[in-house]
């Protein structure tokens, strides 16, 4: 970590502990300065996370990751070294409607990755440190933000906690919000100063996504290894299913046979009010088109991301305003990826450095 001295130092303020918020919360803490940063889940990660089962997790959000860029791959090396695994997955099959092979992505193409014994894992190593030295507060929404009543040089942050506590923290010198565009909206538009920003990121769209997640535990019966398909991931043009993985198949996974399914955006747009029940009736029927499991699942869950995968990026890394102090990043600032996430917490990181 860089020593700074304290009239260096910098007071940040990060909202959002996702992949984007822990990049740029820990770029900016190893850099010296005072960073603070409030997560609204109990956990941090955001959409990497991991949905716990009686017969194991299931990676409920992200589900592998791909490495483009340099940086990314000398932070995984640095801070989890051997916590990246290489998932099979890289031979991707394409599936028509009604599951026959039309693509077979040959082996060595792009590496797909998964960390172990889960993806949640990585946000959760990334967020170590910082809840070590309480530099991140779970479980804080954060409501509003407006200009610091003692110093309207600064910025000072209303939070709600999960029970209902109202907090209001002030004196930072920067606010950095990592988040995806529905909140950074609601945020901007509860925040006099800073609700010029929302123009900036207008044109951005992001899909829903509905994700079914099923255990078959009688598929690990002697002589029955797996259910269905000898494939492990997939993408379908199923009109309901965009992808199917095997989540028993990832490197350091409990072996009993589950999958998880993840609805095109435009039937998770089109079924966005369907309860749980309804949508996993659906989306039963559609795996069991695709793959030709009739099973039924001794275990399932079925939950919907209002915000799942960018399909209109803002086409830069972040947004900053130098004259307000306040940054926006999120995989929406370039696509749909984790590691979209981290370059771009990561750059306005950098930039936020450039002006302190
Ligand atoms: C179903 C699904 C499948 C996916 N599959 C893949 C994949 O296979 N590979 C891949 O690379 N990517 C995948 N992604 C995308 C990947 O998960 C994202 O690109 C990445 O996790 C986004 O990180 P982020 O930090 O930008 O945002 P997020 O992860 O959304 O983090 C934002 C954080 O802000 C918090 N927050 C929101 N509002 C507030 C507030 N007011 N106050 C405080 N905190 C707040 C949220 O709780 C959250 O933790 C998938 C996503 C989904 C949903």
Not at 146 to 162: F, G, I, K, Y
Not at 271 to 276: C, G, K, Q, T
Not at 283 to 308: D, M, N, Q
């Amino acid at each position: 970590m860089t020593n700074r001295s304290p009239s260096e130092s910098r007071r940040i303020a990060i909202v959002g502990a996702g992949i984007a918020g822990l990049a740029c919360a820990r770029t900016l803490a190893q850099a010296g300065h005072q960073v603070s940063v409030f997560e609204a889940s109990d956990v941090a990660g955001g959409r990497v996370t991991t949905y716990e089962s009686p017969f194991g997790g299931f990676d409920a959000g992200a589900q592998y990751f791909t490495v483009r860029d340099d940086r990314f791959a000398r932070a995984l090396e640095a801070t989890v070294p051997g916590l990246a695994r290489r998932w099979s997955a890289n031979a991707v099959r394409v599936l028509d409607a009604g599951g026959r092979v039309v693509e077979a992505s040959p082996p060595g193409r792009e590496a797909h990755w998964v960390t172990t014994p889960a993806m949640s894992e990585l946000p959760r190593r990334w967020a170590l440190p910082l809840q070590a030295s309480g530099q991140l507060q779970t479980s804080t929404r954060v409501t509003r933000l407006q200009r610091d009543a003692l110093d309207t040089t600064r910025w000072q942050l209303h939070t709600e906690s999960a029970d209902g506590g109202q907090q209001v923290f002030g004196g930072f010198d920067s606010v950095l919000l990592a988040l995806p565009p529905s909140d950074l909206r609601l945020l901007l538009s509860r925040s006099k100063h800073a609700a010029r920003l929302a123009k900036r990121i207008e044109a951005v769209e992001v899909a829903p996504c509905w994700t079914l997640m099923m255990a078959f535990p009688n598929a690990a019966q002697p002589g029955l290894q797996t259910l269905g398909p000898q494939w492990n991931a997939a993408r379908s043009t199923h009109h309901r299913v965009a992808w199917l993985a095997r989540e028993s198949s990832k490197p350091g996974r409990n072996p009993i046979e589950r999958w998880t399914v993840q609805a095109s955006a435009v039937w998770s747009r089109e079924h966005e009010s369907d309860d749980e029940a309804r949508a996993t009736a659906k989306l039963l029927k559609a795996f069991s088109e695709v793959t030709g499991i009739r099973a039924a699942p001794a275990w399932s869950k079925a939950v919907l991301w209002h915000e799942a995968k960018t399909t209109e990026p803002l086409g830069e890394s972040f947004v900053w305003d130098a004259e307000l102090r306040v940054g926006l990043a999120g995989d929406w600032c370039l696509g749909a990826r984790m590691e979209d996430a981290f370059v771009s917490g990561l750059d306005l990181a950098l930039r936020t450095l450039e002006q302190s």
